[in-house]
């Protein structure tokens, strides 16, 4: 199993650019998130997703879209990026929910908008 | 709103002595758990603990939680220079929807 994949690794976008990090698992799990991880804030949950079709609204979720039309992938997109993107992202999934579940994270998306 | 917040920030310590992070938080939890992340790489999950639980252990660490006084401790024993990283603790509760907050974590430097 490769686990939680994201791609890109690295990307330089500019200021109202948008993009769209991938995000996949090949571990059959239901639920998957995306974080964002800034110096001196911890990660902070932008959305999840508890299934095929279903998202909803993280902790800071302005200025991104995701949809999960499969149970494998959950992209996270940028509509029009500012500098205030700038971070790490990272994708996550857990196989039945967050609470009390083992969560897989994917090996980071660094993000810097100039 | 962080829930988790670790303790010390940093934290420098020779090989084979022992390292102690602290977590504390706000509200009641259901879990707690502890991460690892190398520097960049994703997160790892070391230890999960339960509201119900008051120690756990794997390996060479050892997980204790106080609900009384909203506190988690990771002990890690005979440190190696791999054990270098950061550690973050991470809460779900009935109030964040089962959804997992993760504190600022604490940077670990193993010297060897």
Known sequence: NAGVTQTPKFQVLKTGQSMTLQCAQ????????????????????I?????????????????????????????LRLLSAAPSQTSVYFCASSYSGFSGNTIYFGEGSWLTVV | SQQGEEDPQALSIQEGENATMNCSYKTSINNLQWYRQNSGRGLVHLILIRSNEREKHSGRLRVTLDTSKKSSSLLITASRAADTASYFCATDSETSGSRLTFGEGTQLTVNP
């Open chain 1, 26 to 45: 090949d571990m059959n799990h239901e639920y998957m998130s995306w974080y964002r991880q800034d110096p001196g804030m911890g990660l902070r949950l």
């Open chain 1, 47 to 75: 959305h999840y997703s508890v299934g095929a079709g279903i998202t909803d609204q993280g902790e800071v979720p302005n200025g991104y879209n995701v949809s999960r039309s499969t149970t494998e992938d959950f992209p």
